[in-house]
């Protein structure tokens, strides 16, 4: 997600269209987007047989590491504890 390019489509710099979307949404653009990105990676886990290190590239984010990092900051536990715990049983 391009936030300039959002910010000039709304004819806006980039500081004042994450000072606007803060103010209306609660939380920064940068905040907002990565909160997607977690939620879109919560599903990936639970319904696909995906490595961690392919649902870091699926959602986004190229260093596994990281992912698993900011993953555990968001839930908790790491991307493999939050499979195991939440994976579909058929």
Not at 56 to 65: K, R, Y
């Given at each position: ?11 806006l710099?980039l ?46 984010i190229?260093?596994?590491?990281y ?24």
């Amino acid at each position: 997600v391009n936030l300039k390019k959002y910010a000039e489509i709304a004819h806006l710099s980039l500081s004042r269209f994450s000072h606007l979307f803060k103010k209306n949404v609660g939380i920064s653009p940068y905040k907002y987007v990565l909160s997607l990105r977690i939620e879109e990676a919560k599903e990936l886990l639970v319904c696909s047989s995906m490595s961690v290190s392919e649902v870091a590239a699926n959602i986004g984010i190229d260093e596994p590491s990281y992912f698993s990092r900011i993953f555990r900051k968001h839930n908790g536990c790491s991307p493999t504890e939050y499979r195991n715990r939440n994976a579909l049983r058929y």
